[in-house]
């Protein structure tokens, strides 16, 4: 119940981007999983060809997120939505129709390009429609997220009853609604003039050290949120000799999500910093790879009580998987604007995304690497030694670059210094009375009162004219409004300059 009411209390932009979000995975999750199969087995392809057709998939879209990031914030979110969502609904329909090589090659390509396109895009509109509740926003896109990614299996499982046509143009169709539904619904928003060049935007961003450094930090995260997908499944699959096991990983952590995240964020949200939260959070997932550790190479149990207290360990692993990645991520998103300038929010998702897409590739190669070794050798530990030095490598990232203080601060979070106006407003603000410089006078000589009361009133200067001096100090409800500006500190980020911060969390 708490989150249908958070949901309400967002816009009818942000609340769609929610429903589209479970749209997105529910339709990319009953389609991509049972791919490789539909390729080697229904159309009998050899595996090297296999990896081709998954491999172009996946490189059209972790490579190419920065192009959706720039196309995000140079011509606006809500028409890269569309567009990304209008792309993946040909990409699924050439899966259904079909069957040879260039036009499945085809339809990788436009499906990765899509999910290139509305990633970054649809996170750069959220974060800007949110203002000042990222955190929870982005705690209930995680929610719609994973109900999705749970959903997504099981209608593909029922679906390729009948056949994996069925189950692709099922995906094109629910893309096909949301596309409509975002060009009917979504606001449109002005987007001003950029001007930079797009290879300047990326400079800026790539040159900024404290974010990449804080993006390369998160690389442990998306390293072991995938073994959801990998590593998990196949050692429930082992653990409890059923192959359905797998499904109850994502139903644990589906149930958990939907009635912990809101409450997790809401309360960490208001104690103590977002980074500090973050490390907690990774150091929590890293945890997770503990319980199945403790068990991992016992032989297939016997019975069906043996099989399910032989599942516990997993389940539980997963679950703080889980846990650890609802804490973290949401404040993790929220943080990402705050590095640079609000006109390159889709650009910084983009580039944190490229990261984050090489981190999945590289990761799942080494567990990979380390579950054929441990098999080989006897070493069944060594895949979850792997994750878990990953989670506590990324933990103690972020904690050293919360120590250094080259973390931005969200406005309005805890720790948050108190915000000044934006640049332009700042020269108009009154100077205040201590600064106010009065003429000499001849000693003796009266102020003269009479000669100010009877002069005629300054004459109202534009708003437009910092230059001009403010005749006067500010009454107190304007020096409490000029306090609160949200976009104050980000302002003084910028006015401080890189030499500020030797991490370049000034910029």
């Given at each position: ?40 087995e229904d159309l009998g392809m050899s595996a090297a060809v296999v990896g081709i057709v998954l491999g ?115 995906a094109a169709a629910i893309f096909a609604l949301l596309t409509a539904a975002q060009a009917v619904v ?322």
């Amino acid at each position: 119940m708490k989150t249908w009411r958070a949901m309400r209390g967002f816009p009818l932009a942000i609340r769609l981007l929610l429903v589209n979000q479970l749209g997105v995975n529910t339709g990319f999750y009953l389609l991509i999983p049972y791919l490789a199969t539909h390729l080697s087995e229904d159309l009998g392809m050899s595996a090297a060809v296999v990896g081709i057709v998954l491999g172009v998939r996946n490189l059209s879209q972790q490579g190419l997120f920065i192009i959706g990031g720039s196309a995000a914030d140079r011509l606006g979110a809500r028409g890269v939505i569309i567009a990304g969502c209008g792309l993946r609904t040909l990409g699924f329909a050439l899966f259904a129709l079909g069957d040879g090589l260039p036009v499945l090659l085809a339809a990788s390509v436009l499906s990765g390009l899509a999910g290139a396109l509305f990633n970054p895009a649809v996170r750069a509109y959220l974060a800007q429609e949110a203002g000042e509740r990222k955190a929870e926003a982005f705690a209930l896109f995680n929610v719609f997220a994973t109900t999705g990614a749970l959903v997504g299996p099981l209608l593909g499982s029922a679906l390729l009853l009948v056949d994996f046509r069925a189950s692709a143009l099922t995906a094109a169709a629910i893309f096909a609604l949301l596309t409509a539904a975002q060009a009917v619904v979504l606001p449109a928003r002005p987007v001003p003039p950029a001007r930079t060049s797009v290879l300047g935007d990326w400079r800026e961003v790539v040159s900024h050290r404290a974010f990449l450094a804080f993006s390369l930090a998160m690389v442990g995260m998306f390293a072991m949120e995938n073994q959801l997908y990998l590593l998990l499944p196949d050692s429930a699959r082992r653990a409890s000799g059923w192959e359905g096991a797998a499904g109850l990983v994502f139903l644990v952590g589906t149930v958990a999500n939907l009635a912990l995240q809101m409450r997790i964020t809401g309360r960490l949200g208001q104690r103590g910093a977002r980074p500090r939260w973050i490390a907690c959070g990774l150091a929590v997932m890293s945890l997770g790879f503990v319980p199945p550790l403790v068990v991992a190479g016992r032989g297939a149990p016997e019975g069906a009580l043996a099989a399910g207290l032989a599942l516990l360990p997993v389940l539980a692993g997963a679950l703080l998987l889980y846990l650890g990645a609802m804490v973290a991520q949401p404040f993790v998103m929220e943080l990402i604007p705050q590095f640079g300038r609000a006109h390159l929010t889709g650009t910084y998702f983009g580039v944190f995304y490229v990261v984050s897409g090489i981190a999945a590739a590289l990761g799942n190669t080494a567990v990979g690497w380390a579950m054929d070794a441990g098999e080989r050798g006897g070493a069944h530990w060594l895949p979850w030694v792997c994750c878990l030095g990953f989670g506590l490598a990324s933990a103690s990232g972020v904690a050293w670059l919360h120590r250094l203080r080259a973390l931005p601060t969200p406005a309005g979070g805890p720790g948050a210094p108190a915000a000044e106006p934006p640049d332009a407003t700042r020269a108009e603000r009154p100077a205040a009375p201590h600064a106010t410089a009065s003429p000499k006078r001849p000693a003796g000589q009266a102020a003269p009162h009479a000669d100010r009361a009877n002069a005629p009133a300054p004459a109202r200067r534009p708003a437009t004219d910092p230059a001009t001096p403010a005749p006067a100090a500010p009454t107190p409800a304007r020096r409490s409004a000029t306090r609160a500006h949200p976009a104050g500190a980000a302002a003084r980020r910028r006015a401080a300059g890189p030499s500020d911060d030797p991490t370049g969390a000034a910029r």
